[in-house]
């Protein structure tokens, strides 16, 4: 179902996107970096409304989100696209698929049935996911607005190359997000992703600005970046945003275009969550690795274990009115 894009203007006979921070120029007929926004005589029109690739309920955990409805599910929800180039892309048969094939396939789902499934299937949130949220905003958009009259949640696991009017205009339905932050440098961005850091930057402080939460991701890649020198900058880019976001650390395993690297060893996501906690973070989390009680969360001040998992299951909550039971601490997040 095809349906005019919003944040799109005229610019000298071509169409200016400015959904994203690519803010893509494009020509009549043509397609902007996404491959889902196309100019059709003069109108900037989203060629994935309403197509559904994939639908079901996850534990809000695996998004991964440990201060935001911990323990609920979630219904997860995604179209083909997306408006970066990840060569480790772990869903890419989903986010690569037009441009790997051309195909804009996906299920006619509306926006009513989407947040009756959640209700149904007894969700308290929507996940926007699995490919770039940004990329079917409008769709993303209109389902957000009738899950918060039904009390549902909302939540993107995003890029975060969202741009600022159209993370502004969503911000009212917006509960959380999950924001990748890929590596510190401009060249990993341009080589591995097709894209830049700072307008990542930018937006992970635009969203903690508009009130809604965030949870900041890594996937750590060996020879990529795994130096200590990225992992301070990183985790000190956080702590001056928040020192209460948590730093979800991951394991890297060899994926699409990106094979020739192997999968993280542990230590060095010890190294890093060691060097996070040093920075000033209250919530560094190891993820990938089931078992380990670095998945755990642990109270800031009095160090009591709060909140018990094993993967992607909460075995134990022992937070009160989201405060630690034993020193009466507020625990940052959504609990």
């Given at each position: 179902m095809l349906k005019e894009a919003m944040f799109y203007r005229p610019e000298n006979?071509?169409?200016?996107?400015?959904?994203?921070?690519?803010?893509?120029?494009?020509?009549?007929?043509?397609?902007?970096?996404?491959?889902?926004?196309?100019?059709?005589?003069?109108?900037?029109?989203?060629?994935?409304?309403?197509?559904?690739?994939?639908?079901?309920?996850?534990?809000?955990?695996?998004?991964?989100?440990?201060?935001?409805?911990?323990?609920?599910?979630?219904?997860?929800?995604?179209?083909?696209?997306?408006?970066?180039?990840?060569?480790?892309?772990q869903n890419y048969s989903i986010s690569q698929m037009v441009r790997d094939h051309g195909e804009i396939p996906?299920?006619?789902?509306?926006?009513?049935?989407?947040?009756?499934?959640?209700?149904?299937r007894g969700c308290d949130s929507i996940s926007y996911t699995y490919s770039e949220p940004t990329i079917f905003y409008e769709y993303a958009y209109d389902i957000a607005k009738l899950a918060k009259k039904e009390g549902i949640a909302n939540n993107f696991v995003t890029n975060g190359?969202?741009?600022?009017?159209?993370?502004?205009?969503?911000?009212?339905?917006?509960?959380?997000?999950?924001?990748?932050?890929?590596?510190?440098?401009?060249?990993f961005y341009r080589e591995i992703c097709g894209a830049r850091l700072q307008p990542v930057l930018d937006s992970i402080k635009l969203h903690h600005e508009l009130g809604i939460?965030?949870?900041?991701?890594?996937?750590?890649?060996?020879?990529?970046?795994?130096?200590?020198?990225?992992?301070?900058?990183?985790?000190?880019?956080?702590?001056s945003v928040d020192p209460e976001i948590p730093w979800h650390i991951t394991r890297f395993h060899p994926d699409y275009k990106l094979t020739d690297a192997p999968s993280t060893p542990a230590t060095s996501l010890r190294m890093a969550r060691d060097i996070g906690i040093e920075a000033g973070l209250k919530y560094v989390?190891?993820?990938?690795?089931?078992?380990?009680?670095?998945?755990?969360?642990?109270?800031?001040?009095?160090?009591?274990l709060l909140i018990k998992r094993f993967g992607f299951s909460v075995m134990k909550n022992k937070t009160i009115d989201g405060k630690c039971p034993k020193c009466g601490t507020k625990i940052a997040g959504r609990l």
């Open positions: 006979g071509r169409l200016r996107c400015r959904l994203c921070r690519h803010e893509c120029l494009i020509s009549p007929s043509k397609r902007g970096t996404c491959q889902v926004r196309e100019n059709r005589e003069g109108k900037l029109y989203s060629l994935n409304y309403r197509k559904a690739i994939s639908m079901a309920v996850d534990p809000i955990e695996k998004k991964p989100f440990f201060h935001f409805h911990p323990g609920s599910t979630s219904l997860s929800i995604a179209t083909v696209g997306c408006n970066f180039k990840c060569k480790h892309c996906g299920d006619d789902v509306a926006p009513e049935d989407v947040v009756s499934t959640a209700i149904k190359y969202i741009g600022e009017d159209a993370l502004r205009e969503i911000s009212p339905y917006l509960d959380a997000a999950n924001i990748d932050l890929k590596g510190f440098t401009d060249k939460w965030i949870e900041i991701a890594t996937l750590v890649i060996p020879g990529h970046n795994d130096t200590k020198e990225d992992y301070d900058r990183i985790a000190k880019f956080i702590a989390y190891e993820g990938n690795i089931p078992g380990e009680e670095k998945e755990d969360t642990f109270c800031p001040e009095c160090k009591e």
